[in-house]
């Protein structure tokens, strides 16, 4: 895909991965839509971007609210005519924390930010680039969708749901020219990031993590676990249990490490 002249509207744009990646689409000269709650901070970003000789603009968002989707949508459908490519990437992982410790509304919240935010902008876009015949939809999930970790139950399950989402979706537009697209970016160094202390040999910047996404853009590519996390995958295909035995080793120790931060009771 050429980026150039397309318009890609980006949620949770305003700061981490999402910023990055508005950042770089831009340079790649893309027109880019930022899209979060906060207005200041858009605003903000979007002034630093064009006074950079690119070409921005901002909506303000809430991807849990059916009423704030539609109306941005409309918005950007209605200044720009069009929406080339959709970034569903709102959302971050929160504390890690053992599941009985967890209050229900915390998982409820988590799955209507991820899943249901996924859902309510799809839906919300998803018409206007079947009018057209043509779109992209990205959106981001994580290696812990495919192979969960404990300590993250919420995350994990909401992240596999968008993962279901996609495939059983793509099923459906198998017959036009709307591409679904997974990309999982790796243990990024973010502030939502920071709140994962994971024990890793490598942790990967937000630049990298963007670039990764916009690579995944250029070379068509449907599906992408950056920063080595395909060999997890891989490694699940081949071994299961030896897959969920690292990925259950690398939870219980970093949900213990978080807790001992925040001081509470570990399991």
């Known amino acids: 895909m050429k980026l150039a002249n397309k318009v890609i509207l980006i949620t949770g744009s305003s700061q981490g991965i999402g910023l990055a990646v508005a950042q770089q689409l831009a340079a790649a000269g893309a027109h880019v839509v930022l899209a979060a709650r906060s207005a200041d901070k858009l605003d903000a970003e979007v002034l630093r971007l064009r006074e950079a000789g690119h070409r921005a603009s901002a909506v303000q968002l809430d991807v849990t609210s059916d009423s704030s ?3 941005a949508v409309a918005q950007v459908l209605a200044d720009h005519g069009q929406i080339d490519v959709l970034v569903n990437n709102a959302g971050n992982g929160g504390e890690l924390d053992f ?3 967890d209050k ?13 935010g996924t859902e309510r902008m799809t839906r919300a876009v998803l018409p206007s680039m079947l009018a057209r015949g043509a779109g992209r939809i990205v959106n981001v999930v994580s290696a812990v ?12 399950a909401a992240k596999a749901a968008v993962v279901a989402f996609t495939n059983a979706l793509r099923g459906e537009l198998a017959h036009t020219n709307i591409q679904l697209v997974l990309y999982s970016p790796p243990h990024t160094q973010t502030k939502a990031g920071e709140q994962w202390p994971l024990d890793l040999p490598k942790q990967f910047d937000v630049a990298y993590a963007a670039n990764a996404l916009v690579s995944v853009l250029e070379r068509d590519a449907s599906e992408w676990l950056a920063g080595g996390n395909n060999m997890l995958l891989w490694l699940q295909r081949i071994s299961p249990s030896w897959a969920a035995n690292i990925m259950r080793d690398i939870g219980l120790k970093a949900t213990r490490k978080a807790l001992a931060a925040r001081q509470l009771p570990a399991a």
């Open 99 to 101: 599941f009985l410790q």
């Open 104 to 116: 229900a509304e915390q998982l409820r919240a988590m799955f209507d930010t991820h899943m249901f």
């Open 69 to 71: 989707v539609q109306r």
């Open 145 to 156: 969708a495919y192979v969960p970790m404990p300590g993250a139950t919420a995350y994990c």
